[in-house]
Structure formats: C-alpha cells, structure tokens
C-alpha cells in the first residue's frame, strides 16, 4: 500500500471512483481511492440508475449532458459493460403548468443542445403504450435518456482509473484526518496512514462521519426511498421495444422498463429521514424496512397513468437511504473552512451527476478552479445557519414536495426566518412580502394594505408584477427607501490593504473617500466576483458583493490573504443596510448629513462614514445600481431601525415610499447593469461580460492578469433586447434566437418600469451575432419578436445617477 499520494479521495461509490477516474485521466496518476468496504457499498449498489438530461439549471443541464455521454466512452476505456440502455425519456405533462414548465426547460437547455421536444398524446402512446393519455395534456420528449446498471457504472469508473495508473484499496476504512501546518493531510486507516497532498470527502452516506474527523459539519441528512419491481407485464412482453424513461414529475414518480416488468420508484410523502444523527459505522449492502403505504398515493396517480399496473404483481421492493443537503443539490469543492479538502457530497443522483462531478472537482483540484459555473452546488452556498434543524427540516419539505414546480423567483418558506434585519417589523407592518438570501430575511416587495403579502406562482405575469413596477417608478420619479442588508460586506484593514486589494482585485483601488467597482478573476482570467469598494480612511476599506457568494468570496480572498498586515473581516451578519434611490434622494441627504452632500462635494462614487440625523459613523456610498441618484447606507445592525425612522419621516415630503429588491432587479434592466450570478459568472472572461473597462492592465500585477493579456477570442456577446411579449413574462435562461435559429440565451428578463418595455439582458454566440437580422425569444415554446439595443433603454450617458 502507498503511504504518500497527491490525493486520497475516501469512499468507493460511483461519486468517488468517478473523482479517481478523472484525476487519473487529467494526469493526475499518483491517486489513491480508500473504501472501507467492497466498492458501492453505501447508496450506489441500489439505484435505479435513471438518466435524464433535460434539468435545469444550465450547469445541472451540462454535467447531467456530460456525464450522460461518458458512459459509451467509459465502455471502451474499461472493458466494463456499464449496462448501458439509451431509450430517449418521456416527460408526462397533466396540466398546462406543467407544460409550461417543461417548456421553460426545453427553451433553457437548448444552450446545450440537448434535443428535446414536445410530442403529441398519439405519439405517446407509441413510445409508451402503456399510457392512458386522457389523464395528459402532453409530454416532452427528450432524447437522452435511459439507465443504466448502478453497480456496473461504478466498476467501469473504477477500473478505467486503475488502468491510468490509480490505486484502490478496498477493505480499507478512514479512520481519521489531520492536516498538517503545511496544508497538507495524513489520512489514518486501519491499516497505514498515507500522506496526502489533498482529500476529497466522496463518503456517500458517511459524508458527515468523515467531515467531523477533519472537525467540519456538513448540513447533510439521510433518507429512505423506495422503488418497486413489478412481475412480468405481457403488454411489455408483446412490445418488440424498449420503453424509455418515464418521468411523471407531478405525482414525484420515475419508472423505466426492467426485464419485462416496470421499475417504478417515488419521491414519497411523507418523507422518512434515517440515521438522523449519524449513519451507522456497520451498515453496508443492506436494505431497510419496506413500507410501500408511503408510496400509495403515487402508486395510484401511476395505476391511472398506466392501468396496467392495476393487475400487476410485485416482484421486489428497495428501500434504500440516500443522502441530501438543504436544497437536495450536492455539495461539492473546497471547503471554506479548511485548505486541500474538497467535498463531494449529497449527490442525490449519482449515475446522472457522477461524471460531470468528477470532472468538476479534478479541474478544480489540478487547474484550481472548474471549467463551469458550478455554484448551485458549491458546498460554500451553505453557511452556519443551515444547521441541522435546517437541514431536517428542508429535506423533508424538499424531498416531499418534489412533485411541486418550482416558479420563477419562488421563494420558500421552510426553515426561516434565520437573520432578520432590525427593520423586519417595520417592514412587516407594511406588508412586504419577505424573501431570504444566504439566511438573511429581505423585502422583495410591498403589497397594498389588506393584500395577502405572498407571491403568486406561476410562469406568466404574477401578482407581484404590478406593485413592482410601481415601487420602480416611484424610484425613476420620486424616492424609494430600500432595506439593503443582503449584501456581502468585507471591512479590509491594516498597513498592507490597499497593496492586497490591489493584488487580488482587476481594477485600481480608489483614493480616499472614493469608490470604484472591480471584477475578481481567477487565474485562468473568468469572473470570480463583482464588487463595489470603498477607501473609507487611508488603510481601510469596505468590499460589497453579492450576498449567497460570501463563503465563496472569502475562500477565495483566503487563498491570497497574507500573514500579516491585512485585516479581512466579514461584516455581512453584523452590519445593515439601508438604500435610499431617486431624483429626491440627494434632498433627502442633504437634510439629513452633517456635511455637503451635492454633487461638487460629494459626487458619484464618493465615500464617507458620516453623522446622519444624530447616528454616528454610518458609512454613506454614492453609487446606483437603479440608475437613479442613489445612496447607501451601512452601519451596525442594532443603529439600522433608528436610521430607517429618520429616513422615513424625513423623506415622506419627497414622495419617499418603500420599495424592495424586485424593483431594483427591474430598474437595473432599464440600465443593462449585469447583476452576479445572472450576467457575470466564472462562466463568462471579463471581455465577455464587458467588464474589460474595469480592468487595470497598467497595474503591474494581479489576480489574472496573464490570463486577460492571453484571452482567447470571445465566445459570446452581452446584449439587451425588448421584446414585443404582451402579457407573457421573461424569467431568465429563455432561448434567443437569429433568423429562426438558436443563438443566445436570457440571463435575467423583467419589465422596465419607466420604458414600459419586456427587457431581456443575455448573451448571443459571437459567431452568430449580427446587429441586423431579426432576433426573437423563445417564451413558453413560443416565439416573440425581439430588438437589439446596443446602449441602454435608459439614460445611456448615465446622466441621472450622477446628477
Ligand atoms: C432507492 C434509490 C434509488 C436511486 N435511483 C437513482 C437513479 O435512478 N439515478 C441516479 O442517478 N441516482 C439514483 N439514486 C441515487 C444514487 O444512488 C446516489 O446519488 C449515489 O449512489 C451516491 O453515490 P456516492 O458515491 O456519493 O455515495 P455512496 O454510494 O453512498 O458511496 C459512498 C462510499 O463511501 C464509503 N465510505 C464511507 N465512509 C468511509 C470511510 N470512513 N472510509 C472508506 N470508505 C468509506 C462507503 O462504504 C461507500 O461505498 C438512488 C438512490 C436510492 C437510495
């Protein structure tokens, strides 16, 4: 047994063989896989092993898409028959939402080129007759789709990685991990301790025992899920075909042809957690009880669906537990906490998600970072708020409602609220409608007096699209007080903070009581943040950012921090925000600061901590993300709600209203201002996403800067579009088109409240891109004429916010 290796990846389930693999195949051969049992001795032995494709979001779609694709591939390469069956996927669609939904899918994953298209009830009932159509309105066809045998996949993966070079050593349980002053890990067996360079935790339904021998907590809990096989059906004896994939999505019900019967598993409800506080050390390739009443309703919701199953006799019931994270989404990368420790965590469908994670987290290892956007499943969108009451009660809500569709902007209910802000009641007695961003409770906006203050759910324009465009007005009109605590809030300090700034930041760091906005880059030159910095005294500064991104921020600004002289501190929790935006706002300042606040002494991009009424030191930023003239406003939490009432009761002459964060989403369209996560990226080099202006190249060195001189020709293009909609809505990730054919994508589409427009911010192929030719976008399988703009809809000179 080797005793020192480049990385030990602990647990030999699809997940970390699929890690093995793809370290060995990107050369890294020097790599050890530690099983505590046989391989696929946790969740991976009793999958279903259902593919599909057609996921959303785009990162899902790409690493569903991949790892879809690698199963030939890795057929060849092992020798191992994966027991691969390619039999195309059937989405049931009972209700017009449901078609709508799948729309939206179909429109979002034509970025990928994943085929997938709607099909008449006739042609459902060719590819599956065992449908009874009357209970459908349609079905989405989606071409890759199939299964295939779960442990059989596992041992392709394991044995193409040996074949590179790679060890396994099964029968071999991780007993311990220390690391080592150097960053480095002995991982402690029953046999030998091997030295390691970097670990990935890929422990399955063990992933919290292992995190807490490295002392971390994963917000992980086990469930139970069942799937059943029916006896031999003889409609599918006299078939002469293979069903494909069937994906009931409604009643939570996947089902695919096994031998001449139907496998039919069930996102159950209740949801039964197991092993709540702690997988047992003994468990391996065991089942648990079965109870099939848990599957009843979605058994008969299936029997309607396909009446065969009425008569069918049962062959085999699996009970297995699987293992979720709060949004069921896996939990992967580097820890935040700790160096050379990645997670590969939660997967909740290892033979859908394996591939693609494997090749994720070997880029990451080796090239330090992944070749996609994969936040939506970073272990760093989980802070230590999601403890384990959150967890429990998140995926036993998630788990159960499975079968709900999840709507643009939809906002969740369980687990909160976490952090409110010292305003939450304020806010409340104006009836806002509440939302919650990394923990953090936020109003997203105002419903009238005696209103229901909640969220209406649909594809379409929803109750809230009214009273968004009215707080959007008041801002292009009058005034709006905006609650403004969920940003990302770093104080940097010490004698080496500008320098340090200035080295892991693109742009230049302003002078004192000034401002300037930056891109982050990652070495290899892509988005790694967007911020706006403020130089408050000669060696100190505030960074702001995107709120979900902290723990990701601050691992990686953890990378480059220095020993000494640099003094990071994140406030986000501990300090509040408010936002005054609009033509009055620089009135309402100037009553209420003890300094000159017009433009010739505090113009746009100023920075200053300052008295407000009789509050002390809150720091006032003149920036906009509204295009309006606006400031924000930060100070400890517990000074927020006096700060609020003084705004309020000074602003009420100057048409001062409150507002939320949808209108500030919907006036940044007007503005084409991208916002992080939906326009900027690691998907996107600053050129792409025109942040190039933002970036200092006559600074002599920092984060990316080789990689920005070496880019390569951009791939896409931003662009802002209106689109002739009516009374449809944009949402994001609708499909652009040129002349007919697919080009581009929606990144984030609302209404413009001033230009009383459907506005679409997105990106088009460079290769496609033409500013004549007639575009359109793709709403809920339609297509609606769009117009390129190639400067703002509003105020292009930037004239208003610097007024
Ligand atoms: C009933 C059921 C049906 C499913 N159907 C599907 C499906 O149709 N499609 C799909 O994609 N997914 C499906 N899944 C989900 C899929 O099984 C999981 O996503 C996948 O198996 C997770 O793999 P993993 O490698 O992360 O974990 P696991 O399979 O749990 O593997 C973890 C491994 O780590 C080892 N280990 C743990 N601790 C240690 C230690 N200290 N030292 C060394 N080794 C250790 C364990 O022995 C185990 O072998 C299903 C799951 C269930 C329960």
């Given at each position: 047994m080797k005793t020192v290796a480049q990385v030990v990846v602990i647990g030999g389930g699809v997940v970390g063989c699929s890690i093995l693999y793809h370290l060995a195949k990107n050369g890294w051969t020097d790599v050890v896989l530690l099983e505590r049992m046989e391989l696929t001795s946790g969740s991976s032995w009793h999958a279903a092993g259902g593919l599909f494709t057609v996921v959303r979001p785009n990162a899902?779609?790409?690493?569903?898409?991949?790892?879809?694709?690698?199963?030939?591939?890795?057929?060849?390469?092992?020798?191992?028959?994966?027991?691969?069956?390619?039999?195309?996927?059937?989405?049931?669609?009972?209700?017009?939402?449901?078609?709508?939904?799948?729309?939206?899918?179909?429109?979002?994953?034509?970025?990928?080129?994943?085929?997938?298209?709607?099909?008449?009830?006739?042609?459902?009932?060719?590819?599956?007759?065992?449908?009874?159509?009357?209970?459908?309105?349609?079905?989405?066809?989606?071409?890759?789709?199939?299964?295939?045998?779960?442990?059989?996949a596992t041992q392709a993966f394991a044995a193409a990685a040996r074949q590179l070079g790679a060890e396994i050593y099964r029968h071999t349980p991780v007993t311990a991990t220390h690391q080592r002053s150097d960053g480095s890990w002995d991982v402690d067996t029953d046999k030998v301790s091997i030295h390691a360079e970097y670990i990935v935790n890929a422990a399955g339904l063990w992933g919290r025992e292992v995190a807490a021998m490295a002392g971390i907590e994963l917000p992980l809990m086990p469930v139970e899920h069942h799937y059943l096989i029916t006896e031999d059906l003889p409609i599918i004896e006299n078939l002469g075909f293979e069903l494909p994939q069937i994906n009931d999505n409604e009643t939570g019900v996947y089902a695919r042809q096994e031998g001449m019967g139907l496998l039919l598993g069930a996102y159950e409800s209740p949801c039964t957690h197991w092993a709540v506080d702690g997988t047992p050390l003994d468990f391996g390739h065991e089942l648990l009880d079965e109870d099939l009443s848990r599957m009843e309703w979605n058994f008969e919701k299936s029997v309607e669906l396909m009446p065969c199953l009425g008569d069918a006799g049962i062959k085999r019931i699996i009970n297995g537990p699987m293992i979720f994270s709060p949004d069921l989404g896996p939990l992967i990368g580097p820890h935040p906490q700790l160096s050379n420790y990645f997670c590969a965590n939660g997967v909740m469908a290892g033979f859908n998600q394996g591939a693609g994670i494997g090749r994720a987290l070997a880029e990451w290892i080796i090239q330090g970072e992944p070749e996609i956007d994969i936040f939506c499943w970073d272990v760093a969108r989980f802070g230590a708020w999601?403890?384990?009451?959150?967890?429990?009660?998140?995926?036993?809500?998630?788990?159960?409602?499975?079968?709900?569709?999840?709507?643009?902007?939809?906002?969740?209910?369980?687990?909160?609220?976490?952090?409110?802000?010292?305003?939450?009641?304020?806010?409340?007695?104006?009836?806002?409608?509440?939302?919650?961003?990394?923990?953090?409770?936020?109003?997203?906006?105002?419903?009238?007096?005696?209103v229901e203050a909640k969220d209406s759910l649909t594809y379409r324009q929803p109750n809230w699209w009214k009273p968004v465009i009215d707080e959007g007005k008041r801002i292009r009109n009058?005034?709006?007080?905006?609650?403004?605590?969920?940003?990302?809030?770093?104080?940097?300090?010490?004698?080496?903070?500008?320098?340090?700034?200035?080295?892991?930041?693109?742009?230049?760091?302003?002078?004192?009581?000034?401002?300037?906005?930056?891109?982050?880059?990652?070495?290899?030159?892509?988005?790694?943040?967007?911020?706006?910095?403020?130089?408050?005294?000669?060696?100190?500064?505030?960074?702001?950012g995107a709120d979900t991104m902290q723990l990701a921020f601050m691992r990686h600004f953890d990378r480059y921090l220095p020993e000494q002289d640099v003094v990071l501190k994140n406030l986000s929790t501990e300090f509040g925000g408010l936002h005054i935006c609009g033509p009055n706002a620089q009135a309402l300042i100037s009553r209420l600061a003890q300094a000159d606040m017009d433009s010739a002494h505090f113009p746009f991009m100023s920075a200053r901590s300052m008295t407000i009424g009789n509050i002390d030191k809150v720091l006032v930023f003149r920036v906009s993300f509204t295009g309006e003239s606006g400031y924000e406003m930060y100070l400890p939490m517990q000074q927020q709600l006096a700060l609020f009432d003084l705004l309020r009761s000074e602003g009420e002459n100057l048409g001062l209203g409150l507002v939320g964060t949808r209108a500030l989403m919907h006036t940044r369209l007007e503005k084409s201002f991208p916002a992080w996560a939906l326009e900027l990226s690691p998907d996107y080099t600053a050129v792409e996403a025109e942040m190039d202006r933002f970036v200092s190249l006559d600074k002599p060195d920092f984060v990316g800067r080789d990689a920005v001189i070496d880019y390569a020709p951009a791939r896409e293009k931003f662009v802002t579009f209106s689109v002739d909609a009516g009374e449809c809505a944009l949402w994001g990730d609708e499909a652009i088109f040129l002349d007919g054919e697919p080009a581009g994508y929606v990144t984030s589409g609302g209404f413009g409240p001033l230009t009383e427009k459907h506005i679409a911010l997105g990106y088009v192929s460079c290769d496609a891109y033409q500013i004549t030719g007639q575009y359109s976008i793709e709403i809920l399988g339609k297509l609606y004429p769009a117009e390129l703009h190639l400067e703002p809809l509003y105020d292009p000179a930037g004239a208003k916010m610097r007024a």
């Open positions: 899902a779609a790409e690493i569903h898409k991949y790892t879809f694709q690698i199963y030939r591939e890795l057929e060849k390469e092992s020798g191992q028959d994966c027991g691969l069956h390619v039999t195309g996927g059937i989405n049931i669609c009972r209700s017009q939402e449901e078609m709508d939904s799948n729309a939206m899918m179909q429109s979002a994953c034509r970025r990928l080129g994943i085929e997938s298209h709607f099909i008449s009830l006739d042609e459902a009932r060719e590819k599956v007759p065992l449908l009874d159509t009357s209970h459908m309105l349609g079905a989405l066809w989606e071409e890759e789709g199939g299964h295939v045998d779960p442990a059989s999601a403890d384990k009451s959150y967890t429990r009660q998140t995926t036993r809500y998630f788990y159960q409602n499975r079968s709900e569709k999840v709507y643009p902007y939809q906002e969740f209910e369980v687990g909160r609220p976490i952090h409110k802000p010292a305003v939450y009641d304020r806010l409340s007695e104006a009836n806002a409608v509440f939302g919650s961003s990394f923990g953090h409770e936020h109003a997203n906006w105002f419903a009238a007096p005696g009058e005034l709006g007080l905006m609650e403004f605590s969920t940003m990302a809030k770093f104080e940097v300090s010490g004698s080496a903070a500008g320098r340090w700034l200035d080295f892991v930041m693109a742009n230049k760091m302003p002078n004192l009581g000034r401002m300037t906005l930056s891109p982050m880059l990652s070495a290899k030159g892509r988005l790694a943040g967007d911020f706006s910095i403020a130089r408050i005294d000669e060696d100190r500064f505030m960074v702001l």
